[in-house]
């Protein structure tokens, strides 16, 4: 397994972890927001048995990263990861996330709390003392951010939290972000990136490596999409299942998927399945430490991890592969 350095925190990092989203099964809903209860809606197919396989053979793997948040599946995710890593809790950097600040004016009294109670929280369901990487999945009001950031820094002075980031929806803003370098410490972000949505490339992952920022990437196969297990047979989802409404125009998403399986050019000669492939071309992308597909089956893992042994692609391949790609997102009209 290679390991990378995630930005200024000195961690050293698989360059290929586990997204913890899936690990949370069909719930749903902000944790602790009274205007928007949990719901039956996540993701299918996770068995908290097989998923505890998984982390522990990710762990013979040697893939040490492992992402999640309050918010998947109501904090379950986060109390599988516990169950999972408990005794062998030092093997294992865990990064999580507090999810919401309900509140529609610059409440900072409110915000401090938040924070707080969404830490200890997760230290419960965690069953640990202290969270490598506590990340803002989304930022409160703009007036109470300077409280947000000095509650981030207040923790980790207790020793609750080892280094904060942004998640997502501030990872994107580069000129938010800029802003919140000015407050405090970003050492770490989870940024959305993959082969078919690339608009990071430009702008946030330039950024990370202009400021030395860790850089976690999430839905790097595009929820499934280009693990190539689907170019054949688009799935169909449940409505619970919250990728139902991105296949739901089953003539779009049978074009884009027609188009997909041109990728497979990328596994030619044995060297790579699509998987690998589709993660391999992030991790040969400048600004990108490491990249965090969901799993929950130890074949999966191993298939994931495997990533870190393959060659890398030739700018011929890299080529190719984007424009297939950019076709395919066109014709599913994303």
């Known amino acids: 397994m290679e390991y990378r350095v995630l930005g200024k925190t000195g961690l050293e990092v698989s360059v290929v972890g586990i997204g913890g989203w899936p690990l949370g099964g069909l719930i749903g809903g902000p944790v602790g927001d009274p205007r928007n209860p949990v ?15 998984m982390i522990r053979r990710a762990e013979e793997l040697g893939v040490n990263l492992l992402d999640t948040a309050e918010i998947y599946g109501d904090g379950h995710s986060e109390s599988i990861i516990g169950i999972a890593t408990k005794g062998r809790r ?57 409280a947000a950031m000095e509650t981030l820094t207040q923790l980790k002075k207790e020793g609750k939290i080892r280094w904060s980031g942004v998640s997502y929806s501030a990872a994107s803003k580069p000129d938010e972000l800029r802003g919140l370098l000015e407050l405090g410490e970003v050492a770490a972000m989870v940024v959305g990136f993959n082969m078919m949505n690339r608009g990071a490339e430009a702008t946030t992952l330039r950024l990370a490596k202009e400021q030395n920022i860790g850089t976690m990437i999430a839905s790097p196969l595009a929820s ?25 125009d089953r003539k779009a998403t049978a ?9 497979r050019f990328l596994t030619e000669g044995g060297e790579r399945t699509m998987t690998q492939a589709a993660l391999r071309f992030i991790l040969d992308t400048e600004g990108v430490t490491s990249v965090i597909p969901g799993a ?13 042994d393959v060659p890398p692609l030739t700018d011929e391949e890299r080529s190719r592969a984007i424009a297939i790609a950019d076709e395919a997102r066109r014709a599913w009209g994303r």
């Open 90 to 146: 030092d093997r294992f950097i865990i990064s999580t996330k507090v999810r919401g600040f309900y509140a529609d004016v610059p409440d900072e009294e409110h915000t401090r709390r938040r924070i707080v109670e969404a830490c200890e929280g997760s230290l419960r369901r965690l069953q640990t003392d202290y969270i490598d990487v506590y990340l803002l999945h989304k930022l409160p009001h703009e007036g109470a951010v300077p």
């Open 39 to 53: 719901v039956d809606e996540g993701w299918s197919g996770a068995v908290d048995e097989e998923s505890v396989k």
């Open 255 to 263: 074009a884009a998927f027609k188009k997909l399986s041109e990728l």
């Open 224 to 248: 499934g999409a280009l693990s190539g297990q689907w170019f054949d047979n688009p799935p169909e989802f449940d409505l619970s299942d919250l990728r139902y409404h991105g296949y739901a």
């Open 296 to 308: 929950l089956r130890p074949s999966e893992i191993e298939e994931n991890a495997g990533t870190s």
